[in-house]
């Protein structure tokens, strides 16, 4: 069990797939001070905390690259913080409505089964 356990949450050191990728996972190595990370694991789990966070928001945001906090927390690796980036870049008219209520939504986003979509319907 204990292996398990190790294993599940041991740095996988996953190489980045894009340039927006490679930055964000530049910047996390450098504050959480781990140099194997990589873009699948958690960075809560490798030493971040929301301090460490709030530095990698304020560092994008002085690249242009839109980050909060709360994005950080409820996207906890790499990769999905990029995707973030990436969907906050692509001009609004080009989302879908899910794309739009997932950005209001303040929970994690259930659009997959088109939870909110329904709640909005019945209001």
């Known amino acids: ?8 949450f041991a740095i996988q050191g996953a190489p980045a797939a894009s ?17 194997e990370l990589g873009v699948t694991d958690n960075v ?19 690249v242009a ?3 909060m906090l709360k994005d950080i927390i409820r996207n906890p690796t790499v990769r ?17 409505e899910s794309d739009l209520l ?3 939504a303040v929970s994690p986003c259930p659009c997959a089964d088109g939870l909110i979509l329904a709640q909005l319907k019945l209001k």
């Not at 340039?19 to 140099?35: A, C, D, G, P, T």
């Not at 905390?49 to 990698?56: K, S």
């Not at 999905?80 to 879908?96: C, I, N, V, Y």
């Open 1 to 8: 069990m204990r292996a398990a356990f190790a294993e599940k």
């Open 19 to 35: 340039e927006l990728e490679n930055e964000l996972l530049k910047s996390w190595r450098l504050v959480i001070s781990k140099s």
């Open 44 to 62: 809560f789990v490798h030493g971040a905390d929301p301090i460490r966070a709030q530095r990698i928001c304020d560092e994008m945001r002085s």
């Open 65 to 67: 690259r839109p980050l």
């Open 80 to 96: 999905e913080q990029a995707l973030l980036l990436a969907e906050s870049q692509r001009p609004t008219e080009a989302r879908t």
């Open 102 to 104: 997932c950005a209001n």
